[in-house]
């Protein structure tokens, strides 16, 4: 038995398979691919598990090793193309970078650093220099290979799982970056979470304390070094709490 | 003072003084016996059968300790041939009357013995078990000790017991050891025969999906066989076959009459439903509504869970979204198991838990709040397909869900999703696009086949039986269950 994560694929189909009775409800997305994380049976035998290997895309000026602006749409695809050719399942794409004293970035130039990217990946299938050759091949492969949206945005996120993306991926775990939480990130959470439950994506949570940009404080944790994983708790307990939310 | 590792979970022997710890014990003595209550049958002739015999004698060992020397001590072997010589000869009418006479034999001849612990065992007393006997304890100084255990031991027949579709067609060996403390009387002879006889018939005609039950059923037999209020049995019950690497699977449970006072039946006048919302295995869920006056219960459920994090106090401070958080009422939570193995199965699952919210619980023409809300999910989990191995393999997850509808509706409901999701209805544990089934229903136990038809689980289609008769038999289950929050199933459900 194993515990296992699907991933749906997006853009959706156009022609969404009309589901006879199920007009009623959203399209569902169909399923790109899963990942499978074998557990130990009842018997206890053990299979070997295998890694899942991200590789990071930064859409982002001030990540990019040299600093400059060389976040055009060659560099990243050919980030992306050699890092599924190294074995990357899953290319995790943000603009917004979180690294300590980092700038801040309008949702619009986070839009424009990321949307396009996802949408020329997914273009790649097309792309190349004839049928039959190595670079075709590996632009088919990178043109299906899963995607995941590096953002606490959750309009970013929506669109990007629009334009391809199978996953979302938020470092401040649905609340946003203000801190301590506010009703503000209570606010960011519930949307954030609809996002997810609409599109049907999996998603990462992570655990951080206030935004990139920010002198962080982090003398209340000084006595208690696990209050980080208490915190990040709570937050992955509310967004699996009930579904109700997401009638149409 | 504690006999009780000479003796069994059963025994109740108290201390009588408290500044003695040491024993002496003789373990396991066996002696023939003539009893004139038959043996494995009833008879009329005197039997000469075999007893065997355990003694603990309570005794100040520091001095021989000190001394190494005997004479503090008491002889063992002086104790054993005293017995020995009480007994010769001499036809008891019951076990009880040779445990008094061991006891009275030894208080009288060695004068240190101030407490005394006799285990009698008559190994060919029953034809279905493999002993029957009583262990009881003596003081010296004042009356006899108030109570004694009775015990049959390793009483063993074949019964329809467990959940999976093998066991509910052939017997299985079930294994009984039974202890009954009561009061001292000696106005008749126990009838073991008698209740050993009752146990048999009442464990051979059972269909009990859980050895818990069957336990329980058996511990209510010996109370009503007793009938007095303050008689309390212990029954620990095994299934020899249920575990490969095991020896068995055993539940052991305690009980007195009034653990089976009569049950209130339900309001709806339907004796075979027992539905209870205040004794639902779940938590409720934060802005439950319900009537009923079990809030207390709910929040001490809810608290075992991670405590309400600044981010919980914060989303209950939003603003109701009037059209989903309406204060429609559900006054019953449910768990439903999906699964599918073929087509697109994620999406499939997918499918059917946005129908499952459908306006109305009506995928037509509904209009207005879902009348099932679903408030947890479980991860999701691919097996193998049971039974039949030629298939693809399933998808499984599990849902809790929050409910108007009553347990037939919700099961006609599922159906028409099922239907809707693209069932094809094909052999049992064959192929399907979803599968769903309810597996609780607050804490009811419903079967709507009639009586006669429960010993099977080949006629389920169409049929409810809640807890699902499935749920154990898949692994899957489990370990879903486990991780749906607050899924306070009790393990009974998954032996």
């Not at chain 2, 004042?142 to 063993?156: N, S």
Request: glycine residues 6%; charged residues 20%; contains cysteine.
């Amino acid at each position: 038995m194993s515990k296992v994560v699907p991933f749906p694929r997006y853009p959706l189909p156009t022609a969404s398979g009309a589901h006879s009775s199920a007009s009623r409800i959203p399209p569902v997305p169909p399923t790109s691919t899963y990942w499978s994380f074998p557990i130990a049976s009842s018997t206890g035998s053990q299979r070997p598990r295998k890694t899942y290997m991200m590789g990071t895309l930064n859409a982002t000026p001030d990540s990019f090793s040299d600093g400059s602006a060389h976040d055009t749409l060659p560099d990243a695809l050919a980030y992306a193309t050699s890092a599924v050719a190294a074995g990357a399942d899953i290319i995790d794409i943000g603009g917004y970078s979180t690294r300590p004293g980092a700038d801040y970035v309008s949702p619009e130039e986070e839009f424009s650093r990321v949307i396009p990217v996802v949408q020329a990946i997914r273009g790649l299938w097309q792309e190349g220099s004839g049928p039959g050759t190595v670079s075709q091949a590996r632009n088919v492969k990178t043109a299906a290979a899963l995607i995941s949206v590096d953002t606490f945005r959750w309009e970013v996120a929506e669109e990007a799982v629009h334009a391809g993306a199978n996953c979302i991926n938020d470092v401040y775990a649905f609340t946003g970056p203000e801190y301590p939480l506010s009703q503000a990130s209570a606010e960011h959470f519930v949307k954030m979470r609809q996002v997810a439950r609409d599109l049907a994506v999996p998603v990462v949570l992570m655990h951080s304390r206030g935004e990139a940009s920010a002198n962080k404080d982090y003398s209340m944790y000084a006595y208690a070094a696990d209050r980080g994983e208490e915190a990040l708790f709570s937050k992955v307990y509310e967004s699996n709490w009930g579904r109700r939310s997401m009638q149409p | 003072m504690n006999f009780s590792q000479v003796s069994t979970p059963g025994d109740n022997t108290t201390t009588h003084s408290a500044d003695l710890r040491d024993l002496i014990r003789v373990k396991n003595l066996s002696l023939t016996v003539s009893f004139t209550d038959g043996s494995r049958w009833p008879s009329n002739q005197p039997a000469v059968q075999p007893v065997v015999i355990t003694l603990a004698i309570a005794h100040d060992l520091r001095q021989t300790a000190q001394t190494d020397d005997l004479s503090h001590s008491i002889n063992y072997s002086g104790i054993v041939s005293s017995i020995r010589k009480a007994i010769d000869g001499t036809s008891f009418p019951s076990v009880e009357a040779l445990a008094d006479l061991v006891c009275e034999s030894c208080l009288t001849l060695h004068s240190h013995i101030q407490d005394i612990f006799v285990r009698i065992s008559r190994p060919k007393a029953l034809l279905y078990a493999c002993a029957a006997g009583i262990e009881l304890s003596r003081h010296r100084i004042g009356k006899a000790p108030p109570e004694e255990t009775f015990f049959i031991e390793g009483l063993e027949c074949h019964a329809i017991v467990g959940v999976n579709p093998c066991e509910r067609e052939e017997r299985q060996r079930v294994r009984f050891n039974i202890w009954l403390t009561r009061g001292t009387s000696r106005k008749s002879p126990f009838d073991f025969r008698n209740l050993t006889r009752k146990i048999v018939d009442n464990i051979q005609v059972s269909t009990y999906l859980t050895l818990e039950a069957l336990a329980s059923s058996v511990a209510r037999v010996v109370l009503l066989y007793t009938a007095a209020d303050s008689d309390r049995v212990t029954v620990k019950a095994a299934k020899p076959n249920a575990l490969i690497l095991a020896e068995s699977a055993e539940v052991e449970v305690i009980r007195t009459l009034k653990d089976y006072q009569p049950v209130p039946t339900d309001s709806d006048g339907s004796p075979s439903t027992t539905v209870s919302p205040a004794s639902s295995p779940f938590p409720s869920s934060k802005d439950d509504t319900k009537p009923s006056g079990n809030s207390s219960e709910d929040r001490d459920t809810r608290t075992t869970e991670p405590a309400p994090s600044t981010l919980t106090a914060l989303l209950a401070t939003l603003p109701r979204n009037s059209k989903t958080d309406s204060p429609t009422s559900y006054p019953h939570k449910a768990t439903i198991a999906l699964g599918a193995n073929i087509g697109d199965r994620f999406a499939n699952i997918e499918r059917a838990l946005r129908l499952i919210e459908s306006p109305g619980a009506d995928l037509q023409q509904g209009n207005g709040v879902p009348k099932v809300v679903i408030v947890d999910t479980s991860f999701m989990y691919e097996t193998s397909p049971m039974y039949i191995t030629d298939q693809p393999k399933f998808i499984n997850c599990a849902c809790m869900v929050d409910t108007s509808l009553e347990p037939r509706e919700l099961l006609t409901f599922l159906k028409d999703i099922e239907n809707a999701v693209g069932r094809v209805s094909t052999f049992r544990n064959g192929p399907r696009a979803i599968d769903l089934d309810i597996l609780t229903f607050d804490s009811a136990i419903l079967d709507t086949r009639p009586e006669s038809e429960r010993g099977t689980l080949d006629n389920l289609a169409g049929q409810l039986v809640i807890p699902h008769p499935r749920i154990a038999e898949r692994e899957r289950n489990a370990e879903t269950f486990k991780r749906v929050r607050g899924a306070k199933l009790s393990s009974a459900l998954l032996i």
